[in-house]
Each structure stands twice: as structure tokens, then as C-alpha cells.
């Protein structure tokens, strides 16, 4: 029932920056872990980064680590990717994705099964 709207994607040349949003609506996501993931050409799609609905758990790819931050706002219902730092491997069409874990769980990249339609992220060189 939760409607998942990402936005903020674009063009970015190598070593810049991109926040990236995702906008919940439909439904308050009280529990609600929540992901980015993303895919690039000719890729299977692949975890970035999760956080648990309070905030106190996250869990990040070892490709982005150090240069990608989630954050929420609960009150907004929003979800936010900055990414820092970028490369042309970062390249892909990224996804925010939902999971009801309750409080502080993350769960797997397989239980996120309510998505976004996805913002592009192209990184030049």
C-alpha cells in the first residue's frame, strides 16, 4: 500500500555529488526498513544501502561505503541517499525499496519487494 517516488538522479561528472530522495505516501511507513538499490546496464540489479524505520541500524554495499550516507526523516516520510565521491561504475538506474521490519530490523536485500520506479544516475569520466 505504500507508494514509493524517487527523485534528485541526473548527470554528474566523476568525484561529485547527487542526494537522491524518496518520497512514501499512501500510507504512514511506521516499521518500515528502507533501501536503495540500483542497477546498471547490462547488470543484475544490486544492494546499496538499507536503514531501519528508527534510524539506529543501517547496512551498506562495500562498493559505496565511506562515500554514500542514508538518512530518514519520519515525519517527512522521506528517505535520502547522498552520494559523494562518485565514479562512473556508479553509473545505473537506482531504486528506493520498502521492507516492514518493525522498529530496528533491516532484513535482507530479498524481503524489499515494494519499489520505486527508479531515478537515472549517470557518472561521467
Known amino acids: 500500500q505504500v507508494q514509493l517516488v524517487e527523485s534528485g538522479g541526473g548527470l554528474v561528472q566523476a568525484g561529485g555529488s547527487l542526494k537522491l530522495s524518496c518520497a512514501a505516501s499512501?500510507?504512514?511507513?511506521?516499521?518500515?526498513?528502507m533501501g536503495w538499490f540500483r542497477q546498471a546496464p547490462g547488470k543484475e540489479r544490486e544492494f546499496v544501502v538499507a536503514?531501519?524505520?528508527?534510524?539506529?541500524?543501517?547496512a551498506y554495499a562495500e562498493s559505496v561505503k565511506g562515500r554514500f550516507t542514508i538518512s530518514r526523516d519520519n515525519a517527512k516520510n522521506t528517505v535520502y541517499l547522498q552520494m559523494n565521491s562518485l565514479k562512473p561504475e556508479d553509473t545505473a538506474v537506482y531504486y528506493c525499496?520498502?521492507?516492514?521490519?518493525?522498529?530496528?530490523?533491516?532484513?535482507?536485500?530479498?524481503?524489499?519487494?515494494?519499489w520505486g520506479q527508479g531515478t537515472q544516475v549517470t557518472v561521467s569520466s
Open positions: 525499496a520498502a521492507s516492514w521490519q518493525g522498529a530496528h530490523g533491516l532484513g535482507y536485500p530479498s524481503d524489499y519487494k515494494t
Open positions: 499512501g500510507q504512514t511507513f511506521s516499521g518500515y526498513a
Open positions: 536503514i531501519s524505520w528508527s534510524g539506529s541500524n543501517t
